[in-house]
C-alpha cells in the first residue's frame, strides 16, 4: 500500500499531538502531556478511490531545550505546521520553522493550521497576521483539536 | 575504538541485551527484508517476512529507507502508548541496517522534567500577560504545585506589593488610565517574580500578594523573594522616572516569612490556590505601614538572610 509520512511540527503545546489524536483517533483530552522526541501514528485514508496510509510524525515542540531535529523530516510527503491562535509568538515559530525545514526537505506541500479557535476570547491572532499568511500566500485554515472544527479538512486538502 | 577487555565488552553486550531489548533488520537498497532478529515481540512487530517490502510492515520507517549516508538516529520514537524505541539506522554498500533498542525508562524520565520547564513557560506567559489572566485558578500552576489535598504546611516568603496613585497623592490629577498603568506594572513585575520561582497568587485592589517556595525551586524562599524585590524596585523606579513628579516609584513592598498552610481546593471544575497563616496576616498588617519605593522586610526574612549570609561567607 501506498505510504505517506506527514510530519507535524510548531512550538511546544499549540495542539500537534492533540490534533492527531482528533484525527486519528476522534479523541481529546486537556491535560497537557509533554512530547520527548517523536510519537508515530497511522490513519488510513481512501483519495481517488486510492488507499493510502498516512504516517503521521507527531514531533516534540521547539522550545529552549530540545531543538527539532531536522533529519527527522526525510522523507516527509507533506507537513503541518501547527499555530496556536492564542499565542502570538508561535506564529513566528511557524514562520522560521518552514523555512527551515524548506531548506532541509525541499519544498514539497504544506498546510498552516491555527489551532485552539475553539478560545475565542483568548484568540490572539488578528488581520494582519492572516494577512502575512495570505502574502506568502500559505494555505492555512482555523482548526481546534478541542472541537474538530477544520482538523479533518486540513488533512484531506494537504493530502489532495 | 577503545581499548576494552573482553570480559567487560561481554559483560555490557550482556547488560544492553538483557535491558534494552534490541531488535535489528537488514534490508536490501530496495528496501526488502533480508533478516531480522533479536526482540521484535517488545514491539510488537512479529513476526516479520522476508523478502516483502520493510516499509509495509514497518510503516513507521516508511520515508526512512533506503539510509543515508549518515547514520539516522532518533533518541525517543513512540510507537504505541507505552513503547518507546531508540531507532538506529545506518547504511552499508549493499544493505541498510535498522536497530531498536527499549527506551521506555528512559523517555519517562525526561517526560518529567520536559513537562515542567513547560508548564512553567506556559505559566509565566500567562503570569506576565496581564491582571485579569494573572491571579490564578489556573490548571497549570495547580499541577505544578503537587501539594497533598489537605494541604501542607510549608515554609514561605510572601510578598505583598502596594500601590500608590502617586500624583494624586501629590495634589496634581490622577493618572489617565490607572488600571492600564497598573496592568503594564503587573506585565512588568510578574516575570521577575516568576524568574525567582515565585507565583502571583491574590490580587485585591491596590495590593498584590505573591508566594515563593511553593513552587519546585533550588533555592532559599526569602533570598529569592529579597532578589525579586530588589529587581522590581529598580526596574518600576526606572519606568516611572518620567511619569511621576518626583520620580518616585509607586510600588512599596513588604517581605515576611515563615510557615504557611498551603492547599488547594475545589472549586467548580478547577482548583484554587489557599494559603493561610501569621505571616500572611503580618503582611497585611503592615499595609498601612508601606510608603512608595521601600521595602519592608520582617525579622524573620532578615533572620533568614542573615543565616544564610553566614553559611554561604563563613
Ligand atoms: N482549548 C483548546 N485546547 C487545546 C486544543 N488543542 C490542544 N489543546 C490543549 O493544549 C495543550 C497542548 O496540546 P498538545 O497537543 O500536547 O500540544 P503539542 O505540544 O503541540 O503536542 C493541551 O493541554 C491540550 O489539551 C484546542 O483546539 N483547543
Ligand atoms: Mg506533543
Known amino acids: 500500500m501506498l505510504q505517506k509520512k506527514i510530519c507535524m511540527v510548531g512550538a511546544f503545546a499549540t495542539g500537534k499531538t492533540s490534533l492527531v489524536a482528533r484525527y486519528v483517533q476522534g479523541i481529546y483530552s486537556d491535560k497537557y502531556q509533554t512530547t520527548v522526541g517523536v510519537k508515530i501514528d497511522k490513519k488510513k485514508m481512501t483519495i481517488a478511490s486510492q488507499d493510502l496510509n498516512l504516517i503521521l510524525w507527531d514531533i516534540h515542540g521547539e522550545d529552549e531545550f530540545q531543538k527539532i531535529k531536522l533529519s527527522y523530516l526525510r522523507g516527509s510527503a507533506a507537513y503541518i505546521l501547527v499555530a496556536d491562535g492564542t499565542r502570538r509568538d508561535t506564529l513566528c515559530t511557524v514562520f522560521n520553522l518552514q523555512a527551515k525545514v524548506e531548506q532541509t526537505i525541499g519544498s514539497v506541500p504544506f498546510m498552516t493550521i491555527l489551532n485552539k479557535y475553539d478560545l475565542t476570547t483568548d484568540w490572539e491572532l488578528d488581520e494582519d497576521d492572516l494577512d502575512q499568511l495570505s502574502q506568502r500566500r500559505w494555505p492555512y485554515c482555523v482548526g481546534s483539536a478541542k472541537t474538530g472544527l477544520g482538523v479533518e479538512e486540513c488533512f484531506k486538502q494537504l493530502v489532495q | 575504538m577503545l581499548d576494552v577487555p573482553q570480559p567487560l565488552i561481554h559483560f555490557l553486550a550482556t547488560m544492553v541485551i538483557q535491558d534494552r531489548f534490541p531488535a535489528y533488520l537488514q534490508t536490501t537498497k530496495e528496501g526488502r527484508l533480508l533478516t ?129 496613585d502617586l500624583p494624586k497623592l501629590a495634589g496634581e490629577r490622577s493618572v489617565a488610565h490607572p488600571i492600564k498603568q497598573l496592568d503594564t506594572d503587573l506585565s512588568t513585575l510578574s516575570p521577575l517574580i516568576m524568574d525567582e520561582g515565585g507565583l502571583l497568587y491574590q490580587s485585591i485592589g491596590s495590593a498584590i500578594v505573591a508566594i515563593f517556595g511553593a513552587l519546585p525551586t533550588t533555592r532559599h524562599p526569602p533570598l529569592q523573594a529579597v532578589v525579586a ?34 492547599g488547594l481546593q475545589p472549586v467548580g471544575f478547577g482548583r484554587t490556590l489557599t494559603v493561610l497563616g501569621q505571616p500572611l496576616d503580618l503582611a497585611l498588617n503592615l499595609y498601612d505601614r508601606i510608603e512608595a519605593g521601600t521595602l519592608i522586610i520582617d525579622n524573620l526574612t532578615f533572620d533568614q538572610l542573615d543565616q544564610m549570609q553566614n553559611i554561604l561567607y563563613r
Open chain 2, 36 to 164: 531480522a532478529g533479536g526482540a521484535w515481540d517488545r514491539y510488537h512487530f512479529n513476526p516479520l517476512t522476508g523478502h516483502q517490502p520493510v516499509t509495509d510492515q514497518l510503516w513507521f520507517l516508511a520515508g526512512l529507507l533506503p539510509a543515508p549516508e549518515a547514520a539516522i538516529h532518533i533518541p525517543f520514537l513512540q510507537l504505541e502508548e507505552n513503547i518507546i524505541a531508540e531507532v538506529h539506522i545506518f547504511a552499508e554498500p549493499e544493505q541498510d541496517w535498522v536497530i531498536l533498542l527499549d527506551a521506555t525508562a528512559e523517555n519517562a524520565k525526561q517526560v518529567l522534567i520536559q513537562q515542567k520547564v513547560n508548564d512553567l513557560s506556559l505559566l509565566r506567559r500567562k503570569q506576565s500577560h496581564g491582571l485579569d489572566q494573572a491571579i490564578q485558578p489556573d490548571p497549570v500552576a495547580a499541577h505544578n504545585l503537587d501539594l497533598p489535598p489537605e494541604g501542607e504546611r510549608k515554609f514561605l516568603t510572601i510578598l505583598l506589593l502596594k500601590y500608590f
Open chain 2, 229 to 262: 524585590s530588589m529587581r522590581i524596585l529598580e526596574l518600576l523606579q526606572d519606568h516611572h522616572r518620567f511619569s511621576t513628579a518626583d520620580a518616585l516609584c509607586p510600588w512599596g513592598l513588604v517581605l515576611t516569612s515563615g510557615t504557611l498552610i498551603i
